[in-house]
């Protein structure tokens, strides 16, 4: 391996341990998700009308931080969607997202709404590393 290749698996190998030492298994098994972003897309304005609660797994491809904030998009085989986390909603857990980087595959729950803009975004509430 090269060495920026070498530095990169460190940065990573170190970011795991992290989140070990907090007591997280960055890795499940198994995530169950409820929808593809395809369906979101489609069933969106009957998601937002019953408030229903969807569990969505993705790479992450984008990442914004904004203070206590962060907007970002996740893609499946099917598309992708916006995600917007918030301190006040995820608490401790916020300070984890300094440890996702853009390419890793995370799985969030949240419910969904569009933003002034009109894009179809999920309010997460939770989200996990998968890989």
């Known amino acids: 391996m090269n060495e920026e290749l070498l530095k990169e698996r460190a940065i990573k190998i170190a970011k795991v ?5 907090l007591g997280i298994k960055p890795y499940p098994y198994r995530y169950d998700r409820t929808h593809q972003t395809q369906k979101v897309v489609n069933d969106f304005d009957k998601l937002f009308n019953a408030k229903v609660v969807i569990r969505l797994a993705g790479r992450l491809v ?5 203070g206590k904030t962060v907007f970002g998009h996740i ?3 099917q598309g992708r ?4 986390l918030r ?7 916020f300070q984890l997202l300094d440890l996702l980087d853009i390419g890793d595959f995370i799985g969030v729950e949240g419910e969904v ?6 894009e ?4 997460v ?5 998968l890989a």
């Open 125 to 129: 509430k939770s989200f996990e590393f």
């Open 120 to 123: 179809i975004t999920i309010l």
């Open 87 to 93: 301190q006040d909603l995820l608490g401790d857990k």
């Open 81 to 84: 969607l916006q995600i917007y």
């Open 62 to 66: 984008a990442k914004r931080e904004h």
């Open 75 to 77: 893609a499946d085989g």
């Open 113 to 118: 709404f569009k933003t002034k803009t009109g």
């Open 17 to 21: 341990e992290r989140l070990q030492a």
